[in-house]
């Protein structure tokens, strides 16, 4: 239990896609604007990704390997992520329509979101089991996520704040970005 939980906190803390990996940084910036979508979001990423890691593990090992097909691994993770990717947007659609209205185009775009694509390549390159995979693409959902809703509240507070016209916009978008990221560097020591 020990090494699963050390999986979580590392993915979630220490190794961190968006800020040690600079994966997934279209949907940190994109759909961070508002709370409600950075939550929607958040929610949906971390369905896909937690499935798509276990998923991507079974392909690996009883189709990829066995047939001595590892060199499809890419197309072969891609077409799971945008099968999980499609599955989850009829169930947003079906359940929550307000919440598919104010996702909008963000929910296909997991589909190329290179954080999904990145925790399965590297469940392979690290060579974990099926329950570490899950364990690894979920730790790596609820940092993205954290990440997400942490964000989408500074931008929300940021709206409101007399922030000095050269600095408005995107930049102090990248300044928030850039102090959130010296935060997660501080649980580099953590491993």
Known sequence: MPDA?????STIFVNNFVMAQFLGLCPF??????FDAAIGMAAATTFVLTLASGASFLIEQYILVPFDL??????AFIVVIAGL???SDIIIRATQPLLHQVLGIFIPLITTNCAVLGVALLNVKQSHTFVESI???LGGAIGF??????FASIRERLTHADIPLPFRGAAINMITAGILSLAFMGFTGMN
């Open 5 to 9: 939980l050390l999986i979580l906190l």
């Open 29 to 34: 910036m994109g759909a961070t604007q508002k």
């Open 70 to 75: 590892e060199y499809l691994r890419i197309i």
């Open 85 to 87: 990717v499609q599955f």
């Open 135 to 137: 364990l690894f693409g």
């Open 145 to 150: 996520s954290l990440l997400l809703i942490i």
